[in-house]
């Protein structure tokens, strides 16, 4: 991991998604059968992309929260 930003809603941090996701190996896609299971993640769709990025959440309630946490733990307990 390189770094890890940590968000308290969806739209302040909206702009900063948006404007790493062209940045990124992965243009922002999640493999969710790898993410299921456990396994890690290859997806690459620019070969100029320096660093993978993942939007985990969007929450605005406690259960989607809950399930946001699950989502980032399996995406790093693959690295």
């Known amino acids: ?5 940590v968000n308290h809603g969806t739209i302040p941090l ?14 922002g896609e999640v493999d969710y059968d790898a993410l299921i ?11 100029d992309g320096r660093f993978q990025l993942f939007r985990i959440g969007d929450a605005v309630s406690a259960r989607n929260t809950h399930a946001a946490i699950y989502d980032a733990l399996r995406l790093v307990r693959t690295v």
Request: proline share 3%; glycine share 4%.
């Open 37 to 47: 299971a456990g396994e890690m993640q290859t997806v690459s769709r620019n070969a």
């Open 14 to 27: 909206d702009d900063l998604y948006f404007d790493l996701k062209p940045l990124s190996r992965n243009l």
């Open 1 to 5: 991991m390189d770094q890890i930003v």
